[in-house]
């Protein structure tokens, strides 16, 4: 931590399901102090599935924080909080599209916001798909889709697709995998 900043305590004030939620007791060189939010968060990891074609799978799915549904790349919490990126990224795909891949390259990792959470998210380019079976989570509806690159970055650019992770995945799989 900065010598200008220093944290004097840390008190859990929610323990949830996929979060906890900390009140940070801060303290600045000069003497002042402040109250931060911080959000723990295990970390995730999410995979950009390439079809033989070259098209990307992408899944549907409802949002509560959005109440609406939105249009992502697969992704899930890590299991615990140690588990390796690419085992989750392997789990997820299988488990919300229904393929399976021995090839997955990592692409890059994320970190979602900032400010108050230390949420990272590890991404992965799945190539050489299988067919499976989807394993979806109690409560989890989601369904399947194959769209082109280009017609992906229509939809970002357009403000369709304003997921973070996806937009950072499509765009840096199609800047690193296809740009020549």
């Given at each position: 931590m900065s010598e200008k900043i220093r944290r004097v305590k840390r008190e859990l004030a929610y323990h949830g399901a996929v979060i906890d939620v900390y009140k940070d007791y801060m303290e600045f060189e000069?003497?002042?102090t402040e109250e931060w939010d911080y959000i723990h968060h295990n970390g995730a990891a999410a995979v950009v599935p390439v079809l033989e074609d070259g098209r990307l799978l992408m899944v549907t799915?409802?949002?509560n924080a959005l109440d609406r549904l939105t249009l992502e790349i697969p992704a899930g919490k890590l299991d615990y909080m140690e588990e390796p990126g690419i085992v989750c990224a392997a789990r997820e795909l299988e488990e919300e599209t229904g393929y399976k891949s021995e090839n997955l390259k990592w692409l890059m990792d994320i970190r979602t916001t900032v400010a108050l959470c230390n949420e990272k998210i590890e991404i992965f380019v799945a190539e050489d798909l299988k067919p499976s079976r989807q394993n979806l989570d109690e409560?989890?509806?989601?369904?399947?889709?194959?769209?082109t690159v280009e017609e992906l970055k229509r939809k970002i650019y357009a403000g369709e697709?304003?997921?973070?992770k996806t937009i950072c995945a499509i765009l840096a799989y199609a800047d690193k995998f296809l740009s020549f």
């Amino acid at each position: 931590m900065s010598e200008k900043i220093r944290r004097v305590k840390r008190e859990l004030a929610y323990h949830g399901a996929v979060i906890d939620v900390y009140k940070d007791y801060m303290e600045f060189e000069n003497g002042g102090t402040e109250e931060w939010d911080y959000i723990h968060h295990n970390g995730a990891a999410a995979v950009v599935p390439v079809l033989e074609d070259g098209r990307l799978l992408m899944v549907t799915q409802y949002r509560n924080a959005l109440d609406r549904l939105t249009l992502e790349i697969p992704a899930g919490k890590l299991d615990y909080m140690e588990e390796p990126g690419i085992v989750c990224a392997a789990r997820e795909l299988e488990e919300e599209t229904g393929y399976k891949s021995e090839n997955l390259k990592w692409l890059m990792d994320i970190r979602t916001t900032v400010a108050l959470c230390n949420e990272k998210i590890e991404i992965f380019v799945a190539e050489d798909l299988k067919p499976s079976r989807q394993n979806l989570d109690e409560g989890e509806y989601v369904t399947v889709k194959a769209y082109t690159v280009e017609e992906l970055k229509r939809k970002i650019y357009a403000g369709e697709i304003q997921d973070s992770k996806t937009i950072c995945a499509i765009l840096a799989y199609a800047d690193k995998f296809l740009s020549f």
